[in-house]
């Protein structure tokens, strides 16, 4: 998918006329990064509105305290008068093109996108989102008197075609790959201590975010997920080994066996005890 591959660092900065400043939508700032040069990169807060896709490659953008994995074919749009960051996969740099613009129709047009709900869109043609990006650097690569009209257009056409674009307007796919990646590690280590702050650090997601998109995703909360998982690996035991109750309690990842206790009649409707009675195999 890689259209018209970076070989080297594109920045072209802007300072817009009066004129344009009053009147029109201007370029601040245009550019590609190769992935050989992909960093991170802070931002707080600025003047600006960020159109940026990936032609290849991933990498994360933490905005208003949520951080979000863009892989390639994506494209971001965001308000930069939000704290923001940027980060590439170590593993899988992302060689992107963005536009910096703005305008005194800047703000309408980001709020119809907001309405979309998130900060990521899935471009319809990505050739064309591509071409008109390159278009843009063309035009003020060799500036004329018709360039900043030019701008104006061609920053029309971009958002134009984010605006009207029927595709994906938001993270399902890639943060439905990131609770499932969450899913997953809690899935290998329930047995072991697990808590959000820990979670949050290791999968860079806001832990808030974490909490509500995991329980959209799967219908339980973390919490309930990890005892859900321990009970039924109790149950294992249970009826599959003679171990004691103190010791499934330990292996299952309870540090309590009284609290085990109630949360596996809570959860069974029986006691361990009954519960080992009534699906105890023969063991030979």
Known sequence: MNNNPAKKLIRIRNTPSAIAADNLLYVQEVGCLPAELASETQQRQIDSYLVFFVLKGQGYLKYDGIEYRVSEGRGVFIDCHTEHSFRCDPDDPWEVLWLHFNGNSAPYYYRLFQKKGFCIFLPQNIKDFVSVIYETIANNAHKTN??????????????????????????????????????????????????LDELSEAFYINKYYLTREFKKEYGETIFQHIINRRIEYAKNLLSSTDKTIEEISLLSGFNDQSYFSRQFKKMVGVSSLNYRKEHKKCLV
């Open 146 to 195: 018709d360039t900043e009209i030019i701008n104006s257009k061609l920053i029309t056409d971009i958002l134009t075609m984010i605006l009207s674009n029927p595709g994906i307007h938001g993270p399902s796919d890639d943060y439905s790959y990131q609770m499932k990646s969450v899913k997953e590690y809690i899935d290998s280590h329930f047995t072991e201590s697990i808590n």
